[in-house]
């Protein structure tokens, strides 16, 4: 995927394409730089810092199994946002989304423009839904699944399950 440009909502732009293997340490370092709260958030547990294995993890993508999207800074020196989805093992057409996003770029329109990134590329494949788990406590990430169409599926006290059927 060549990168394409996103103007966020505060005229700020991004660049938006494919995570790739070479983005390791601007990725170990966009999550480094999140605050805590939103590494929290995002991982729904305190970390400090992203081990070497965590890290490997998010790294494992193969455009198939596990897709992800990398928002840079327009010089592409940092990454701002990533956004992805995973298959789990277990579970045939069906993929779980995540999404971080940088502090200082969160409520101008990234998250949104990176999950429907997401479903574009998802309703290209055989996924038949796309799940989102969030701590019930981040009312943003809950208000982003569902302006993109996800509807809430489960709530289990402090995680809240949304999901979005791909095939009508």
């Not at 277990?90 to 770029?105: L, R, S, Y």
């Not at 943003?140 to 009508?168: K, Q």
Request: proline fraction near 4%; charged fraction near 20%; charge should be neutral.
């Amino acid at each position: 995927m060549s990168p394409d440009r996103l103007v966020l909502l505060d005229g700020r732009s991004v660049l938006v394409r494919a995570l790739r293997a070479e983005d390791r340490e601007l990725d170990r370092a966009a999550v480094a730089g999140l605050s805590a709260r939103s590494r929290y958030l995002r991982f729904a547990a305190p970390l400090p810092k992203m081990s070497n294995s965590l890290l490997s993890q998010m790294m494992a993508f193969d455009g198939g199994r596990h897709v992800a999207y990398a928002a840079l800074t327009p010089d592409e020196a940092a990454i701002v946002g990533v956004g992805r989805f995973v298959r789990p093992c277990d579970q045939a057409g069906e993929a779980e989304v995540a999404i971080g996003i940088a502090d200082a770029w969160q409520g101008a329109g990234l998250g949104s423009g990176l999950l429907c990134r997401l479903i574009a590329h998802a309703r290209q494949t055989d996924l038949g839904r796309l799940t989102a788990i969030t701590l019930s406590e981040n009312r943003a990430a809950g208000h982003l699944a569902c302006a993109a169409g996800f509807s809430l599926s489960r709530y289990d006290g402090i995680y809240t399950e949304y999901e979005l059927p791909l095939v009508a």
